[in-house]
């Protein structure tokens, strides 16, 4: 039984190799990014639970920890509490640095509790060599960030709030804490413009078996703060689920397709041994002997393509915590993933060897003896009578053609849904900008991500000061967690500015004082509140006085504060995350912009019609695409390439006959593309009327779907046609090449 296993999978070496290359490509994506987001998890686990605090407490209702903004006058109130040992405030924030868009930097009191586990590699720690240099910022760096960055102790670096030197090397253990760099308090607060806040505080308490008890004592005397155990934060913190729910849907698309090429690399198996299976049930094997061959070939190669998916998956994760674009992605690399990879590819084995090795049991010995396969004379008499052989080819085998446009299509979908909703959002977002009756959009320069952007109030009056300016409008934009919304969009808008007018306002009234808030229809239904009920943003109550509408779904469900509620919420004081610019003359705007970015070269300016393109957080959105893109493109290709050479192998006759009759090499060189080609065109197309239909079903699931929108650009169009030419390409060339290569003779006798 073995040995038919191991000489039927190696007797076609290619479709081996390829079909394992499918299922690793999918196993790979498992391991890496599972290890990615149980790296971000193991990070925070270490940045709280492995500083020795026994309780963390942040703004409640925030969606990080980047965006939890608390009075550090708290760390001197909680310090005070009976109980409580000590107190320490920490602040994370998330910055651009020389050769890395994301780069974390972790704010700590040098002489706290928490400083102690970051061992000093090399060079000192913060705080010993101020006394001998002088006023000078200093920052430390983890091992691998140093190491990407080429950086060592001495050096001076710039990063978006200045230049720091650095002072020392440090290590904790843990790669993503190894991977960022760690300033000051007071350095932290002015580099990521939290002046007077932290992000968290940290205490460790007097007696542990008192945590719980202290734990009541502190949500009931700080209410706006969230009271969580340190060893609990990191299962609790919406940005790790968020990344390890991404890194699941990636590895499951991945997974499909490379399923969808095993079903279809066995099912041919089967069909080209049909003849070989009759024998083998003439001379007495029994139907559940047939079935388990066929069964065990299709786990052999799912755990082929599990063993090696696991080694690629690791090289991944090597290769990322490497580059310094994308330091933060350190991945860990656990024996659960390791097992998680190769069950699913024996899975995978399983259920895409069920359907052929039962149909292969099933054969009755006299029909799979006289079995042809279609070759020869036959086809020349259909060529004659099929006007197109590209077609006709297709439909020979119409279970491969349906498995293989199948998996082109699964790829092609995910990519025109996540570009679907990228460019919604960037229409979205341009269209708010403009519908405020503003012509320049202003958000702090080199901010890693939108919400992170923050510009003083001082600004805004500077460019209010600017002669030709006609308004300055300042806004907020953050995300927030409530008990009805996991993900809360939230708007500050000053009432009495004219952006404002933007929110069209259906029932009740616009905002006119403090503690008010209007929201979208959609965020109204999804609370499932009225006007004139109170709802709680951060254990802060707002009383809804109207309900918007603006024509924007994700805008729709969202909410609107006055802006100084909207700092106060967002741990922004006097400081806005975007100024919208009014010009006296639009024929003026792009001199003024230029006007402006000389005067004020921390800030960014745009147009407001193309402010969105230039966010930070699209760019990494169209990154994302690409490599989405890459991906369907590699194991897409493999499955073309795959299906494309077994029709080969099944019409090697045939291809010597029509070479026999006079087709010359470029004449079957076409005849093969084409079909590659055209399989992939049509599982564009079924790709395409797949995403839509599922991003219109999308739209009517509470919350998400309101994110949701159906936004078919000329670029996403030609984008997916040209993912859809590649794979044509890359999955019909060597086929192609290899056909127009057979002999006539040796084809002819080929059995």
Not at 140 to 148: F, H, I, N, S, T
Not at 513 to 539: C, F, P
Not at 731 to 741: H, I, K, L
Request: glycine share 12%; charged share 20%; proline share 3%.
């Amino acid at each position: 039984m073995f040995n038919f296993i191991f000489k039927n999978l190696f007797r076609r070496k290619t479709r081996t190799l390829l079909t394992v290359l499918g299922i690793a490509v999918g196993v790979s994506m498992i391991v890496a990014l599972g290890a990615i987001g149980e790296g971000m998890r193991s990070g925070y686990a270490s940045m709280f639970g492995g500083s020795g605090a026994d309780l963390t407490l942040m703004q409640a209702g925030s969606y990080d920890i980047t965006m939890s903004g608390v009075d550090e006058q708290a760390i001197v109130d909680i310090a005070a509490v009976p109980g409580i040992r000590e107190a320490t405030g920490l602040i994370v924030g998330n910055i651009s640095a020389p050769g890395a868009a994301y780069f974390f930097i972790f704010g700590y009191d040098p002489h706290s509790f928490a400083f102690e586990k970051f061992r000093v590699v090399e060079g000192q720690a913060l705080g010993q060599a101020r006394r001998s240099a002088g006023n000078v910022r200093e920052i430390m760096l983890g091992q691998q960030a140093a190491e990407v960055m080429k950086t060592k102790v001495g050096d001076l670096i710039r990063l978006t709030g200045g230049t720091f030197k650095v002072v020392g090397i440090y290590s904790s253990g843990d790669g993503f804490e190894d991977a960022a760099s760690i300033v000051s308090l007071s350095d932290a607060q002015l580099l990521l413009q939290k002046h007077r806040q932290v992000g968290a505080i940290q205490v460790k308490v007097e007696d542990p078996r008192q945590v719980e008890t202290l734990r009541a004592r502190l949500e009931k005397q700080f209410p706006r703060l969230s009271v969580t155990q340190s060893g609990e934060v990191a299962d609790e913190a919406q940005m790790v689920q968020y990344i390890q729910i991404f890194a699941v849907i990636i590895a499951l698309l991945a997974l499909l397709i490379g399923g969808v090429g095993m079903t279809n690399t066995v099912m041919m198996s089967m069909f080209e041994r049909t003849r070989e299976i009759g024998t083998l049930r003439a001379i007495g094997w029994r139907r559940r002997r047939v079935m388990l061959m066929i069964f065990g070939e299709s786990l052999l190669l799912g755990l082929l393509g599990g063993a090696i998916g696991c080694a690629l998956g690791a090289g991944m994760v090597a290769l990322l915590g490497a580059n310094s674009a994308i330091g933060y992605l350190q991945g860990t690399v656990t024996p659960n993933l390791i097992a998680a990879g190769i069950i699913t590819a024996i899975g995978l084995g399983a259920i895409g060897g069920f359907y052929p090795a039962w149909r292969a049991s099933q054969m009755l010995p006299i029909e799979a003896l006289q079995y042809q396969g279609g070759a020869g004379k036959e086809s020349i008499k259909k060529v004659s009578r099929v006007k197109s052989e590209t077609f006709r080819s297709l439909s020979r085998r119409r279970g491969r053609t349906y498995l293989t446009i199948t998996g082109i299509s699964i790829a092609l979908a995910s990519i025109v849904m996540l570009g679907s909703i990228a460019d919604g959002f960037i229409i979205g977002f341009n269209k708010m900008m403009v519908s405020t009756d503003v012509e320049l959009v202003a958000r702090q320069k080199d901010a890693s991500d939108t919400a992170y952007s923050a510009i003083s109030e001082k600004i805004g009056r500077q460019i209010a000061a600017t002669p030709g300016v006609e308004s300055v409008s300042g806004i907020v934009f953050s995300a927030m967690t409530v008990d009805e919304m996991p993900f809360f969009l939230l708007f500050g808008y000053a009432p009495h500015e004219p952006a404002i007018n933007h929110f069209k306002i259906v029932e009740g009234r616009g905002l006119q004082g403090n503690r008010e808030i209007i929201l979208g229809r959609k965020a109204l239904e999804g609370m499932k509140t009225q006007i004139g009920e109170v709802i709680r943003l951060g254990e802060v109550g707002f009383r809804v006085v109207g309900v918007y509408e603006t024509g924007i779904s994700y805008e729709e469900s969202a909410g609107v504060l006055p802006l100084r509620d909207a700092q106060e919420i967002t741990g922004k004081p006097r400081q806005v995350t975007m100024y919208g610019i009014k010009v006296t003359d639009p024929a003026q705007a792009e001199a003024i912009l230029k006007q402006l970015e000389a005067a004020l070269p921390d800030v960014s300016i745009s147009m407001a019609s193309a402010f969105a393109e230039n966010m930070p957080d699209m760019k990494s959105m169209n990154v994302m695409m690409w490599g989405i893109g890459l991906l369907a493109i590699i194991v897409g290709g493999i499955s073309m390439m795959n299906t494309m050479i077994m029709s080969v192998y099944e019409r090697t006759r045939e291809i010597g006959t029509l070479r026999a009759v006079g087709w010359r090499r470029r004449r079957v060189l076409a005849m093969v593309l084409k079909e590659s080609v055209a399989l992939s065109l049509l599982g564009t197309l079924v790709g395409l009327v797949s995403a839509i239909l599922f991003l219109w079903l999308m739209q009517f699931i509470p919350l998400w779907g309101d994110f949701m929108t159906i936004t078919l650009s000329p670029n996403l169009l030609s984008m997916t046609l040209l993912i859809a030419l590649a794979l044509g390409a890359i999955g019909g060339v060597y086929p192609a090449w290899r056909a127009s290569n057979l002999s006539p003779v040796e084809a002819l006798r080929y059995e």
